[in-house]
């Protein structure tokens, strides 16, 4: 549970949540979309890339370009080498087998979070890489897997950081500073590569929390901050700078969408 109080300490704002219902928190600062921002040219509802013609490593929704929206310095955060993909806008309604309903629009994983797919399976979930990476997923004596982990809040970035022996990390990123959250807790998912036999269905997900200084916003002021000033008024800010934040901080991000390695392009 510590992974999950890290999250819920940058929360600025108390959630009422409902499964599969998204809920807005609302204090004084505004709602952050949890689809605002842009890598390349992306389409943020449906997650879809469209490679541009200048510099097509650049522009395209790379794991890669994804990190780079929350750190400048690539040996703080990565993607272990594992990692082909990562859909944030994971487009099934993941319940357990048994629970499965007549309702054929539901695609049911059993009660696992990490599941072996086969290579043709993989456009079902992430279709953008299968259109990228086209028969280079297919490698002998390899498996591949749906990593699915839970998005604690919107928006909330997703990296998963380690595959080991039995075990898989997922990195939680969160904007550094004040800032509201939209609540909808759905699963996110990673496509894996193993070729190691390092994991399978009964594998271990542990999580951990980074807080970014590039996706970086404005701090609260102090109690006594608040009194040192004039009468407060609409003209008077809550809120200051976060020295924490690096000089090249944005406060936008495209958190979700689909994302694949770059290398899947060769």
């Keep these: 549970m510590q992974n999950k109080n890290f999250i819920a300490a940058r929360f600025a704002a108390i959630c009422s949540v409902s499964v599969l219902a998204f809920v ?10 949890d689809m605002e921002g842009s890598v ?8 879809n890339t469209k490679i541009l013609n200048e510099d097509p490593v650049l522009k395209i929704a790379s794991l890669e370009n994804y990190v780079a ?3 400048d310095d690539p040996n703080e955060l990565s993607f272990d080498s594992h990692v082909l993909a990562y859909n944030g806008n994971f487009p099934r309604i993941v319940i357990p087998q048994d629970s499965l309903n007549a309702n054929p629009n539901i695609i049911a994983f059993d009660n696992s979070p990490i599941t072996e797919i086969t ?3 993989v456009a079902k979930y992430f279709p953008n890489t299968a259109e990228v990476a ?3 997923l297919n490698q002998e004596n390899c498996k591949l897997y749906i990593v699915q982990a839970n ?9 998963l950081t380690k595959v080991s022996q039995g075990q898989v990390e997922v990195t939680e990123v969160v904007r550094g500073g004040f800032y509201a959250v939209t609540c909808a807790f759905f699963p996110v998912a990673f496509l894996v590569q193993d070729c190691e036999g390092l994991i399978d269905r009964n594998s271990q997900i542990t999580y951990k929390g980074f807080t970014s200084r590039t996706w970086c916003g404005d701090i609260m002021k102090s109690d006594d901050e608040l009194m040192a000033g004039d009468s407060l008024g609409l003209e008077q800010s809550f809120y200051k700078p976060n020295p924490n934040c690096a000089a090249n901080a944005h406060t936008d991000v495209s958190a979700y969408g689909e994302w694949f390695r770059a290398d899947l392009m060769k």
Excluded: K, L, M
């Design 134 to 136: 086209g028969n280079r």
């Design 69 to 71: 929206q929350f750190t």
């Design 24 to 33: 807005a928190c609302t204090n004084n600062s505004t709602v952050a979309a």
């Design 119 to 121: 290579t043709s399976e």
């Design 151 to 159: 998005d604690a809040a919107q928006p909330t970035g997703h990296i």
């Design 40 to 47: 390349g040219d992306i389409n943020q509802q449906t997650g």
